[in-house]
């Protein structure tokens, strides 16, 4: 099992900034994929980004490349962290992180390779 919690969401104006904070525990030596998902409402749940947890490497979904960035706790590996910049109305939405203990590479994207998901962190953009 493993457990995560999120934080870090409010409401920011357009053009700012925000980080949320992703704490995980639990059996976090397995872990292969952490990723960042949001859904707004009335809308499907959708990748924003993902990051492989052993290699490092990153991925963003296009809307929010240069604008967002993931990082993670390397001293300790309980903590994923994404760093919001330039944010725009339309990143509104309940943003969730999730970990994979088996997927990486073309299957980031899919919120079918997550097992685990946190209780969700509202961001919420003002124009």
């Known amino acids: 099992q493993v457990q995560l919690v999120e934080s870090g969401g409010g409401l920011v104006q357009a053009g700012g900034s925000l980080r949320l904070s992703c704490a995980t525990s639990g059996r976090t030596f397995s872990t292969k994929t952490m990723g960042w998902f949001r859904q707004a409402p009335g809308k499907e749940r959708e990748f924003v980004g993902a990051?492989?947890?052993?290699?490092?490497?990153?991925?963003y979904v296009d809307s929010v490349k240069g604008r967002f960035t993931i990082s993670r706790d390397n001293a300790k590996n309980t903590a994923v962290y994404l760093q919001m910049n330039s944010l725009k109305p339309e990143d509104t939405a309940v943003y969730y992180c999730?970990?994979?203990?088996?997927?990486?590479?073309?299957?980031?994207?899919?919120?079918?390779?997550?097992?685990?998901w946190g209780q969700g962190t509202q961001v919420t953009v003002s124009s």
């Open positions: 990051v492989d947890w052993s290699g490092g490497s990153t991925y």
């Open positions: 999730a970990a994979s203990l088996t997927y990486s590479g073309s299957y980031v994207p899919l919120p079918t390779s997550y097992a685990y």
